[in-house]
């Protein structure tokens, strides 16, 4: 078992006010919380180990890029153990939702008590390294998401897929069956040499304008062309006309497993409204799109 005594990643620095004036009822649709450490300790058995990130430190850069709501998503630093985030969001009850992640053999109850507590969807995972090992330690792969699909609908709760591009082809008829709100990480996790003619992204895209994904726009993901990301801008301007009502964009704060070229939420605010010409398209991603999901 591997046990982490010093946080491998760099802290981020403080938020910039971005140049663009968010609308009321802007949503950060994916950061993490972690800890206070005494309260909440990390997995003793983990891949990455994190700078304590509270929620009052995560609410500062909300007000600071002018957001008015956020969605914590449970980080595989604290493993199955979801106490950090439900309890930050009890400090922002109306700010706040939530994604957990949670075993196949979770009950329907305690699926509702989540839902009770703020959580509006659950996290599972297909990120793997080339030899087929999961990348990331504690997270729940997509096979235990079936049995929990029931009292997921009837909650009215959604399915988060922390997957790479390459998978969407083995998971399409999962994809186009599943009956049930499915949002893909990181716009799939690929590398923008392929560009957008790439048949995965084309599929992506397929799959998206005909209403069966949604997808969170977090640029530097996929790009390692630091700060301003040009090239991702054309698989953003795809998305968009694909289908901009099920769009969502994220921060990804406290931007974990990154050492240097830690992007600033405010430029990334500024950076998606230079890349959505539409103003109508930057409310539906920003503020209608996440009301309709997350129940706020």
Not at 113 to 140: C, E, H
Not at 147 to 176: D, F, K, N
Not at 207 to 216: F, I, M, P, Q, R
Not at 254 to 270: E, T, Y
Request: glycine fraction near 8%; charged fraction near 20%.
């Amino acid at each position: 078992m591997t046990s982490y005594i010093d946080h491998t990643n760099a802290a981020p620095p403080p938020a910039t006010k971005p140049h663009f004036v968010a609308p009321a009822g802007s949503c950060d649709c994916h950061c993490h919380v972690f800890g206070p450490y005494s309260q909440f300790p990390l997995a003793a058995d983990r891949t990455y180990g994190p700078p304590q990130a509270s929620v009052e430190t995560y609410i500062a850069m909300l007000d600071t890029i002018g957001f008015d709501r956020g969605v914590l998503v449970q980080a595989s630093a604290h493993g199955m153990d979801n106490s950090a985030m439900l309890n930050a969001i009890s400090t922002h009850p109306d700010r706040l939702r939530g994604v957990a992640v949670v075993r196949g053999t979770t009950t329907a109850s305690e699926l509702a008590d989540l839902y009770q507590r703020g959580v509006r969807g659950l996290r599972f995972s297909r990120l793997l390294m080339p030899d087929g090992t999961p990348r990331y330690k504690n997270a729940v792969d997509i096979s235990e998401m079936h049995g929990l699909l029931p009292a997921m609908r009837e909650l009215g709760m959604h399915v988060q897929l922390w997957i790479g591009l390459e998978q969407l082809t083995e998971l399409e008829p999962m994809i186009r069956s599943a009956n049930i709100a499915l949002v893909i990480d990181h716009i799939g996790r690929f590398e923008t040499s392929i560009g957008t003619d790439d048949g995965r992204f084309q599929l992506l895209c397929q799959l998206l304008n005909e209403g069966h994904l949604w997808v969170k726009m977090t640029p530097y993901r996929c790009s390692t062309r630091y700060p301003d990301y040009p090239d991702v801008r054309p698989f953003h301007e795809a998305l968009l006309k694909a289908n901009p009502d099920q769009l969502l964009w994220g921060s990804d704060w406290p931007h974990i497993n990154m050492s240097k070229d830690i992007p600033d939420p405010g430029h990334l605010v500024d950076l998606l409204a230079q890349w959505t010409a539409d103003k109508d398209q930057i409310r539906k991603i920003l503020v209608d799109n996440p009301a309709r999901l997350y129940g706020f």
